[in-house]
């Protein structure tokens, strides 16, 4: 199916002087310059295009493929401001429009903005940075333990905002934090909780489904190939937990407090060891 701002798999139907007609299904005809088109293009062939208006309302295609496409959130840089509004960079010879009506804040020539791509009522493809008018702030159906590719939004009280899937807010808590993360970064992110008002807790960490993160058989099958001892404890710097089990501190000890409350370690002043 043929859809605006998406890539699509279209037939090469005409071949004129100016370039190509690719079969769009319901769109109708849509053009490919002979500049956008491959060489070796012929009749018949199936090409993957991105599908987008015309400065004069009419469809076009592109083999160039753009950074985002329609529906995505994603940072893109601002290439220039004038009197029609923002441009921003897609990787597309056609930049993409940000309308003043949809700017937050200063926005200026080189600045990098997070935005969503969306069709306006005229279905061009523009931007908007007014993400909480397209984001949806519950997502009851999220399950625990699900994982889902996130962009990083804006730092609040307790930690950052971030966008599930494009469509859905979470929240990446500070004290689950092993490492510094900065808007507009893209990473994997873990259900931790859905609230009772079905706003959803994130984690960068794994989270088992059926309980909590829990990395104590990780610790017990290192100390069995080091003879038994390891070098860190409660005492260790949070980055070295995190380059030896990758999770946070916070979590390392809870497991070492399960541990040796099992009696399978004992937590001596140099590190942990194993208890036969």
């Known amino acids: 199916m043929t859809a605006i701002g998406r890539i699509s798999s279209l037939k090469v139907t005409r071949n004129t002087q100016a370039g190509y007609y690719l079969d769009g299904g319901k769109l109708g005809d849509i053009f490919l310059s002979r500049k956008n088109a491959p060489e070796t293009c012929k009749l018949g062939d199936n090409l993957d295009v991105f599908v987008l208006h015309h400065s004069d309302g009419s469809l076009i295609a592109t083999t160039q493929k753009p950074r985002g496409q329609l529906g995505d959130v994603l940072p893109l840089k601002v290439s220039q401001v004038n009197d029609t509004g923002a441009f921003l960079d897609w990787g597309l010879d056609k930049e993409l429009l940000l309308p003043y009506a949809e700017h937050m804040g200063e926005v200026t020539a080189g600045k990098t903005v997070l935005v969503k791509i969306y069709l306006d009522k005229s279905y061009r493809i523009v931007a908007s940075m007014k993400l909480d008018e397209f984001i949806e702030d519950t997502a009851a159906h999220l399950q625990r333990g699900q994982s889902f590719v996130v962009t990083v ?6 930690g950052f905002k971030a966008v599930i899937e494009n469509e859905y807010w979470g929240l990446l808590y500070d004290s689950d934090l092993v490492r510094p993360i900065r808007k507009g970064e893209q990473l994997t992110a873990y259900v931790k909780k ?18 909590g993160t829990d990395i104590s058989s990780k610790i017990i099958s290192q100390l069995e190939a080091n003879n038994g001892f390891l070098d ?13 089990f990758g999770v946070s501190k916070k979590i390392f000890k809870q497991a070492l407090g399960r541990l040796y409350k099992q009696q399978r370690i004992s ?10």
């Open 153 to 158: 939004a804006n730092k609040t009280e307790l």
């Open 194 to 211: 859905v609230r009772d008002d079905g706003r959803v807790d994130l984690s960068i960490q794994p989270i088992i489904a059926a309980g």
């Open 232 to 244: 860190v404890g409660d005492k260790s710097p949070p980055e070295k937990i995190y380059a030896q």
């Open 267 to 276: 937590i001596e002043k140099d590190g942990i060891r194993l208890i036969n």
